[in-house]
């Protein structure tokens, strides 16, 4: 079998059951992932190059809160936090810690490769967490898998995210449908790109893709709750699917019951690099803000390790 290599500038291939995926040390993200069938190659993922900054955190783990805190202020037990302002734009810190940090390798094989890093300690965050994460591939896909551990001695709150963009070989978005299995959506202050009202069902609204629907036109930066279809594996599917019926799916499992649909776009000055619109799905432990709201915000014990699983196949 052939020997697992570097790509070169930072960066992991791994190989396994027709995928090839390389993964970036900076900020461990899946920077390319692509499945060999009987039709051939297609990319099941969006890319950037290697070294160089990803466009619109492409593939990025975020963490230790995915999106954004209000102001970069929250209260936890009792104690009044305030982080460094990271999107001065709109007042918010954004994306926590890790995304452009350089993560250590743990092991590399032919087929899975694991990265961590030390969260360290910050303006406002006095937490120390560890964290890690296992990319692997096989027949059945891309399988990814996160843990963090509380390394401190008094409780830490804490939210994981991470930001593929996904596509179906060389078709346009706009040529693809996308189904979310999500039956509510947490409205967002398009100002700030922050809640600013309680979570609603899409059922009869623009926000519907329990049957899938063209992305033609669509704009999407929304949060939905991905636990409403969960199937016998406790896994959740999303799938964007081109007309000819082939797709990519995104699975997660109940530790992520969030998921962030983003469609990059030029027209409002966020288009993907050498593809125009594209679309983030973005598995999530929690929603925006989740620090100050509380929703899904999950609180590590001293020493406690939380785990979750997302992945990506071809269909």
Known sequence: MTQPHSTGKGGFEIRGGGYRAEIAAAGAGLRLLDHEG???????????????????????????????????????????????????????????????????LVDHTFDRVELSVDVGLHKGWPYPLALSIVYAVDETGLTVTHTATNKGATPSPF?????????????????????????TRLPIDPERMLPNAYSQAVEGTDFDFRTPRPLEGVQLD??????????????????????????????????????????????????????GRALALEPMTCPPDAFNSGIDMLILGPGETWSGVWGIRAI
């Open 38 to 104: 009987p039709s051939g190659k297609r990319a099941l993922t969006e890319t950037w190059e290697l070294g160089s900054k990803p466009p619109l955190s492409a593939g990025l783990v975020l963490a230790p809160w995915p999106n954004r805190i209000r102001d970069g202020h929250f209260m936890f037990d009792g104690i009044e936090h305030q982080l460094e302002i990271t999107e001065p734009v709109l007042n918010n810190a954004s994306h926590g810690f890790v995304r452009r940090r350089n993560w250590n």
């Open 159 to 183: 939210g994981l995210g991470t930001h593929p963009f996904i596509r179906v070989g060389d078709v346009p978005l706009d040529e693809c449908s996308l189904h979310l299995a999500a039956g």
């Open 222 to 275: 929304t949060p939905f709750s991905a636990l409403d279809v969960v199937d016998g594996s406790g896994r959740t599917q999303h799938e964007l699917l081109a007309p000819d019926g082939t797709g990519t799916a995104l699975w997660t499992t109940r530790e992520f019951p969030w998921i962030q649909a983003f469609i990059a776009d030029p027209a409002n000055g966020k288009g993907y690099p050498d593809r």
